[in-house]
T-cell receptor, first 113, second 114 residues
Framework: AQSVTQPDIHITVSEGASLELRCNYSYGATPYLFWYVQSPGQGLQLLLKYFSGDTLVQGIKGFEAEFKRSQSSFNLRKPSVHWSDAAEYFCAVGVSGTYKYIFGTGTRLKVLA | DSGVTQTPKHLITATGQRVTLRCSPR?????VYWYQQSLDQGLQFLIQ???????AKGNILERFSAQQFPDLHSELNLSSLELGDSALYFC?????????????FGPGTRLLVL
């Protein structure tokens, strides 16, 4: 069965530090992969998505993610974190042919001033 | 502001009751999705409609039903409510039905069942 794992429930980084949020998926075919951000009291916003092609994907707000098929991973990165990046981040996989989406449990990011 | 609106923002009701959540998609979007976010289950995809037709079903309970109307707004009906149905319910919309579409999420309806 398809699944998405975000191993880190909470991550704390200092402002200006680099960030990497981990995401591992279990899926038989080439997945459709997404990263969303949810700020407190808000809905989700798409940061970036990957379907095919270049495995390094650029998104909004300075985020990028790299698809690594051999590791079944799609980790999210940002070179320098801003206080406004404090939020919850969700990785998701789209199951082709079914139109269904499976979300990870989320990683809550705290940014220290 | 994503352009997706949801009403009401908050809803408090009792067990056994029935409620209706409403969603208006972004102008031009034909596809509507419903999600449930709870502490114990996380974020779960419930159902998708495209241009009035059901397109995909996720983990939606039989007590729940949805529909998309000709003006493209959608309603999620929750009946015989249980304490465990307390959650944040999101609606999202996209232009097309495909898995690759960018979904735009509304602010959610917070449901509390007492």
């Amino acid at each position: 069965a398809q699944s998405v794992t975000q191993p880190d429930i909470h991550i704390t980084v200092s402002e200006g530090a680099s960030l990497e949020l981990r995401c591992n998926y279990s899926y038989g075919a080439t997945p459709y992969l997404f990263w969303y951000v949810q700020s407190p009291g808000q809905g989700l916003q798409l940061l970036l998505k990957y379907f095919s092609g270049d495995t390094l994907v650029q998104g909004i707000k300075g985020f990028e993610a790299e698809f690594k098929r051999s590791q079944s991973s799609f980790n999210l990165r940002k070179p320098s974190v801003h206080w406004s990046d404090a939020a919850e981040y969700f990785c998701a996989v789209g199951v082709s042919g079914t139109y269904k989406y499976i979300f990870g449990t989320g990683t809550r990011l705290k940014v220290l001033a | 502001d994503s352009g997706v609106t949801q009403t009401p923002k908050h809803l408090i009701t009792a067990t056994g009751q029935r409620v209706t959540l409403r969603c208006s998609p972004r102008s031009g979007d034909l596809s509507v999705y419903w999600y449930q976010q709870s502490l114990d289950q996380g974020l779960q995809f419930l159902i998708q409609y495209y241009n009035g037709e059901e397109r995909a079903k996720g983990n939606i309970l039989e007590r729940f039903s949805a529909q998309q109307f000709p003006d493209l707004h959608s309603e999620l009906n929750l009946s015989s409510l249980e304490l465990g149905d307390s959650a944040l319910y999101f609606c999202a919309s996209s232009v097309g039905p495909g898995i690759q579409e960018t979904q735009y999420f509304g602010p959610g309806t917070r449901l509390l069942v007492l």
